[in-house]
């Protein structure tokens, strides 16, 4: 089922939009700034209208079982809140304020999962749900109720309890894995059941296999999509051998974004969608 899963019906959208552009931009928590929170309505909504073809979407659940869009570990920056939200319950959640990007307490809420999927329904958008492998137990069945499987993305490191879910589960959702290792990708083959699309590759360095360029071009012709990361989430952890949105900035675009293209990437992550996508409109008018 792996080698032509890119004509399956559920990824229409996502094929359509790869045929479309030189790349795709994928919109990291979406676009935040001022008082637009990440991970938020009006940051994916500023992203869409920064040229973004991807939303990145982190979601968490409460202690009593309640989806919201939130990525842990941001509680003291983004709350003022020590403990994790997963720790949370529901209500107490809803009964916090956002601090915006200036550290001001804001009259705006966590965003519940469900708001936030029948608001994007129908938008043209597909809608990488990060970070909630954990509960995909519980996610997957409550995905299915929102009629979204051509838009919604999942991904997650490479675990046999993750993708023994994805395999069991009725309805296929697009799935890219993250890979680190050369042996992670015999192991998602194996898994013949499942909707796999694309693959997230990391590379520390230029060293590392998934930057070598036949590593790529053979999963490249397994009809698997190749997803990049040009964001930096700090100094120490290294997505894409230092190839990123700031070298991109600070240098120019060939310096970061130029060479993920060069790699043969289909996807960019990005959180700098506006100036990825006068890149890119760059590359179109190149390109006849």
């Known amino acids: 089922m792996i080698e032509n899963k890119n004509n399956n019906d559920t990824i229409n959208l996502l094929n359509e939009k790869v045929a479309s552009e030189p790349f795709l931009i994928a919109v990291h928590r979406g676009s935040s700034m001022g008082n637009i929170i990440e991970n938020t309505l009006p940051a994916f909504y500023a992203a869409m209208q920064s040229g973004a073809d991807i939303l990145e979407i982190d979601v968490v659940r409460s202690i009593d079982g309640k989806f919201y869009v939130f990525h842990d570990g941001n509680e003291r920056r983004l709350l003022g809140q020590e403990q ?3 720790e949370m319950d529901s209500a107490f959640i809803e009964s916090l ?3 915006n990007n200036i550290g001001q307490v804001v009259n705006y809420q966590v965003e519940k999962l469900e708001h936030v999927l029948t608001s994007l329904k129908d938008s043209g958008m597909l809608l990488n749900l990060d970070r909630s492998w954990s509960d995909w137990d519980t996610l997957l069945p409550f995905l299915d109720q929102f009629d979204m499987a051509d838009q919604i993305i999942l991904k997650s490191p490479v675990e046999q309890s993750y993708l023994a879910i994805l395999e069991q589960h009725s309805v296929k959702y697009s799935y890219m894995p993250i890979v680190k290792k050369l042996d992670e990708i015999d192991e998602v083959l194996n898994y013949q059941n499942m909707n796999l699309t694309g693959m997230e590759l990391i590379a520390e360095d230029e060293e590392s296999a998934f930057f070598q360029d036949d590593i790529i071009r053979s999963i490249k012709e397994r009809g698997l999509f190749i997803w990049l990361n040009a964001i930096v989430l700090n100094h120490k ?3 894409y051998a230092k190839y990123d949105d700031d070298q991109s900035i600070i240098k120019g675009p060939a310096y ?3 060479k993920l293209v060069e ?7 990005t959180d700098w969608p506006s100036l990825l996508d006068q890149y890119r409109q760059e590359i179109r008018k190149k390109n006849g």
Do not use: E
Request: hydrophobic share 30%.
């Open 237 to 239: 952890d290294v997505l």
């Open 256 to 258: 970061g974004w130029g």
């Open 84 to 86: 994790n939200i997963r």
């Open 263 to 269: 790699k043969g990437c289909d996807i960019i992550q």
């Open 97 to 99: 304020n956002y601090r």
